[in-house]
């Protein structure tokens, strides 16, 4: 079964640090660009950032609204994707979703359950 | 940035009907990387469509895409309950690959 499964949530003071973790399984991970999205309660979808292959160099980019707090980071030997976050602030808290990119032309097309950071004092 | 604007913001309709879905781009994107998603309460979104049109593996001929440049459009025919819903269009054509508000689909 093609999966990705979110871990490393939890409740964190503002100013602190956190990294989530995203465990692949049912697919050739490193094939795959991963993204993360998160989802503020009762809001809509935010793309956060993503991280692409080996074969292009591990390329990263994100959403400007972050101003450099948040970075993506993959282990192909563990089919994991991290996602460290820092500085947090209260509107950091959210659900986030690992998911990965089908293919050149594809959208997000595998998505994990999601995990919940809760930042508050 | 590209920002999506998606409306209705709500859309209230009947089992049987139509619903006819907007996304505006606020500058051109390539229909090749233009997507909808489907998200019902607490789980994630499902991939509807890609490249404007293309229906995702086991997404039924009911939904469809069309659109080019800024104006692109998901259409759900012969609405049954479980398509109440969020749905939201986002781009990957240009990072940062955005996402509309989303429009609140009630059957």
């Known amino acids: 079964e093609v999966q990705l499964v979110e871990s490393g949530g939890g409740l964190v003071q503002p100013g602190g640090s956190l990294t989530l973790s995203c465990a692949a399984s049912g697919f050739t991970f490193r094939d795959s660009a991963i993204h993360w999205v998160r989802q503020s309660s009762g809001k809509g979808l935010e793309w956060v950032g993503r991280i692409r292959t080996r074969h292009s160099s591990y390329a990263t980019v994100y959403a400007v609204s972050l101003k450099g707090r948040f970075t993506i980071s993959r282990d192909d030997s563990k089919n994991t994707a991290y996602l460290q976050m820092n500085s947090l602030k209260t509107e950091d808290t959210a659900v986030y979703y690992c998911?990965?990119?089908?293919?050149?032309?594809?959208?997000?097309?595998?998505w994990g359950q999601g995990t919940t950071v809760i930042v508050s004092s | 940035e590209i920002v999506l604007t998606q409306s209705p913001g709500t859309l209230s309709l009947s089992p049987g009907e139509r619903a006819t879905l907007s996304c505006r781009a606020s500058?051109?994107?390539?229909?090749?990387?233009l997507a909808w998603y489907q998200q019902s309460p607490g789980q994630p979104p499902r991939l509807l469509l890609y490249g404007t049109s293309t229906r995702a593996t086991g997404i039924p001929d009911r939904f469809s895409g069309r659109g080019s440049g800024t104006d692109f459009t998901l259409t759900i025919n012969r609405l049954e309950p479980e398509d109440s819903a969020f749905y939201y269009c986002?781009?990957?054509?240009?990072?940062?690959?955005?996402f509309g508000q989303g429009t609140k689909l009630e059957i």
């Open positions: 998911t990965r990119r089908g293919g050149d032309y594809s959208g997000m097309d595998v």
């Open positions: 986002q781009q990957y054509d240009t990072s940062p690959f955005t």
């Open positions: 500058q051109s994107v390539s229909s090749s990387f």
